[in-house]
């Protein structure tokens, strides 16, 4: 049959499976960022539970591409938005409960803030770094997200993970062959909870210390800004803020994007920018940065989506 006498296809929505969970076409994800950036979801899917979000991975088309998003800290989404099905956790999703020999049980969707208080509330210490890592548990599994000199890896006992076929996965940081801000995770899993190692502990030692990380934050990092926490990672035998301030890079700005001159590892949207120009601003700190020191930076920030068409918007 000649290409131009076939039926259109259906919109994506019309094409997904039934579910009892929230499913929105062209859903903004600009209002959902921290840089407050970037385009439309081609559909947005918030599954009521796990067993709904197995049956709508079990049914949806395997050329559909999937994203998965959580509160949007360390990520941008670039102007012309993302294709195929974003998924994002909710409330069934972030459940958590301490059980016996001090391990924490919670949902991927949990915010990092809420395990640190969840593990303060049952005396549980060892959890504390988790106030000072931004955005949820299912992203610190993914990267190994850590802060003050703990990582995810140091106390996860087992993570919970579900394939892009709905198949239900159980493993161990060895299995997910953790290091600094990596996983092996295959890329279309979705974590969806884990257990977490702690140590018996003083609540009030605990609370402590938790707010001495949350004000050193505060003290260090744009955090009252529109940004994506970390840009990129800390090279071997460096620290990537000292990379770009040698430089040159304190302050740089493309439009509206600004390097941060409080901490210049961080990226931030002084109002306006695009997800391109934050883009673009990285990449011309990437490049000075490898031009000063030999040094090539890697992205932490995860970027999604893709470029507007014809511009920046």
């Known amino acids: 049959m000649n290409a131009a ?19 929105t076409a062209d859903a903004p994800l600009d209002r ?10 081609e559909v947005m899917f918030k599954p009521a539970d796990m067993e709904d979000l197995a049956m709508f991975l079990k049914g949806l088309p395997i050329d559909v591409p999937v994203t998965v998003m959580g509160v949007g800290s360390n990520l941008l989404v670039r102007d012309g938005g993302v294709p195929g099905v974003l998924i994002r956790l909710g409330a069934a999703f972030a459940k958590m409960r301490a059980l016996d020999d001090y391990v924490l049980e919670a949902g991927a969707a949990a915010l990092d803030l809420t395990v640190a208080k969840a593990a303060h509330a049952a005396s549980i210490a060892g ?8 955005g949820t548990l299912g992203g610190a599994l993914r990267m190994n997200a850590g802060a003050y000199n703990s990582e995810t890896k140091d106390v996860l006992i087992e993570a919970e993970a579900i394939d892009r076929r709905g198949r239900i996965h159980r493993v161990t940081p060895c299995d997910l062959g953790m290091s600094y801000r990596h996983s092996d995770a295959p890329a279309d899993w979705i974590f969806t909870r884990a257990w977490l190692q702690g140590r018996p502990g003083d609540p009030q030692v605990i609370g402590g210390m938790m707010a001495t990380i949350q004000a050193q934050r505060e003290e260090s990092q744009p955090v009252k800004t529109r940004t994506g926490g970390s840009t990129f990672k800390n090279p071997v035998g460096h620290k990537a ?9 304190r302050g740089l700005r493309m439009g509206a994007a600004q390097v941060s001159e409080m901490h210049c590892n961080f990226l931030i949207n002084t109002g ?3 997800a391109a120009e934050l883009e673009g601003l990285g990449e011309e700190v990437r490049r000075r940065v490898k031009e000063s020191s030999g040094v090539d930076l890697e992205w932490e920030i995860r970027r999604i989506g893709v470029a507007a068409k014809g511009g920046a918007r």
């Open 5 to 23: 006498l076939r039926s259109p296809q259906p919109p994506l929505i019309e094409r997904l499976p039934e579910v009892r969970g929230r499913v």
């Open 241 to 249: 803020w000292q990379l770009i301030d040698a430089a040159g890079c």
């Open 127 to 134: 959890l504390e770094f988790f106030c000072g890592v931004p």
């Open 272 to 274: 306006g920018a695009t």
């Open 32 to 41: 959902i960022t921290w840089f407050r950036v970037g385009g439309c979801a």
